[in-house]
């Protein structure tokens, strides 16, 4: 989800430069991928395309953290590196719409400068891999 309708296209079209490629196979091997990322896209032109029947599976939405409630259930949310441009008030906020919005022991990503360490929410949360700012809800929450 993003407020930016460019930023929200381009994600939906799955087309990357080709310069990016390096760091997403990295990141791909570094998840325990048992593929290669290769096999999920097609590459031409400087550019890559990834697989429309990947693309299919995913929601790409407008969601302002700010003013809209949940809209969903999911086992993943990634929020790399926004919160820190946040008020306090508006990063409670918005961690919570995250806890609500995970399933039962759901994973949260945040960006390297972020931390659950002083919101209203880090007990809602174990931490799964501190170094990399990933947590996970804990059960029953």
Known sequence: TDINPHALRAAES????????????E?????????SLSDYYAAAYGRVVFDKGLREHMVFS????????????????SCRNVLIYFERDLQDRALGLFRESLCHRGFLGLGSKESLRFS??????DDFVLQDRIYRKKAGL
């Open 62 to 77: 407008d969601h302002s953290l700010a003013t809209d409630s949940v809209f969903a259930e999911v086992h993943l949310v």
């Open 120 to 125: 209203a929410h880090t007990d809602a949360f």
């Open 14 to 25: 799955g087309v990357f430069d080709v310069s990016r490629v390096a760091a997403f196979t």
């Open 27 to 35: 990141n791909h091997a570094r998840s325990g991928a048992r593929s």
